[in-house]
C-alpha cells in the first residue's frame, strides 16, 4: 500500500506563486515517474509535468516557462513550483507516482487533490 499526501494548494493573486508537494510512503522498493495532473470545473483531467527517476521532465504547453517540477528521491517527494500564475490555473491539482512494491510489481498512486485558486 502506498500513500502519497499533498500539501501547498491556496488562494493566490493573478501573477503571485505557490509550491505544491507530495510525498510518497508506504511499501515503496522504488519510486519511478512522478508528476502532477490538474482538473478545472467542467473540464477533462489534464497533464501539467512530469519527471522521470532520472529528472527528465516534461510540460504542458500551457505552464513551460511559468511551472518548474522536481523531486527529492531521498524524500520520495515531488515538488511543482508554480509561477506567474494565471486565472485559468485555477483547479485542483492531483499527484501521482509509479511506484515498484517489494514483490516487484509497478502501479499508479494518486494524492488527495490540492485547490489551486487564482484570482484575477
Known amino acids: 500500500q502506498v500513500q502519497l499526501v499533498e500539501s501547498g494548494g491556496g488562494l493566490v493573486q493573478a501573477g503571485g506563486s505557490l509550491r505544491l508537494s507530495c510525498a510518497a510512503s508506504?511499501?515503496?522498493?522504488?519510486?519511478?515517474?512522478m508528476g502532477w495532473y490538474r482538473q478545472a470545473p467542467g473540464k477533462q483531467r489534464e497533464l501539467v509535468a512530469a519527471i522521470t527517476s532520472g529528472s527528465t521532465t516534461s510540460y504542458a504547453d500551457s505552464v513551460k516557462g511559468r511551472f518548474t517540477i522536481s523531486r527529492d528521491n531521498a524524500k520520495n517527494t515531488v515538488y511543482l513550483q508554480m509561477n506567474s500564475l494565471k486565472p485559468e490555473d485555477t483547479a485542483v491539482y492531483y499527484c501521482?507516482?509509479?511506484?515498484?512494491?517489494?514483490?516487484?510489481?509497478?502501479?499508479?498512486?494518486w494524492g488527495q487533490g490540492t485547490q489551486v485558486t487564482v484570482s484575477s
Open positions: 508506504g511499501s515503496i522498493f522504488r519510486v519511478n515517474a
Open positions: 501521482y507516482a509509479d511506484v515498484t512494491n517489494y514483490s516487484r510489481s509497478t502501479s499508479r498512486s
